[in-house]
């Protein structure tokens, strides 16, 4: 069995929605060097749903492919739709990913989440903060 399915290497070799969007209206980015991977998402928001993302991820295949699979699952789709998107539906998506490599997925779940948390910031919208990863103390970066 190859260690990665056929769909994490498309989106490694062809990862879709990568770069910056200058006039984001939420900004989230996770991780650090010493685990090796950074995530970084851009929001694009109109009337609650995700109208564009994008992201910049510096990392292993897995943490591309994690950040790009992610970022198709929420695009078009409403705030509350991102905010329940798990670390293992993307590992789903992807059609699985070694053990090892689950922590991508993760990050990308905290990426957005950490997006959505800047957005909300941004604009003075209320929301329970259980919600929300406290990336400066990640299990899997410290």
Do not use: W
């Not at 062809?14 to 989230?28: F, K, Q, T």
């Not at 059609?95 to 997006?115: R, T, Y």
């Amino acid at each position: 069995m190859a260690l990665y399915s056929e769909v994490v290497m498309d989106h490694f070799m062809n990862p879709r929605n990568v770069g910056i969007i200058e006039d984001a209206d939420g900004v989230g980015q996770v991780g650090n060097a010493k685990c090796g991977d950074i995530m970084k998402i851009y929001l694009k928001i109109e009337n609650d749903v995700i109208v564009d993302v994008k992201f910049e991820t510096f990392g292993c295949g897995s943490a591309i492919a994690s950040s790009s699979m992610a970022t198709e699952m929420i695009k078009g789709k409403p705030l509350s739709d991102a905010l329940q998107l798990t670390n293992r539906a993307v590992a789903e998506a992807l059609h699985g990913l070694p053990a090892q490599k689950m922590h991508c997925s993760v990050l990308a779940e905290e990426a957005i989440k950490s997006a959505v948390k800047d957005y909300y910031d941004r604009n003075g919208i209320a929301y329970d903060k259980a919600m929300f990863p406290d990336c400066e103390h990640c299990a899997h970066c410290e």
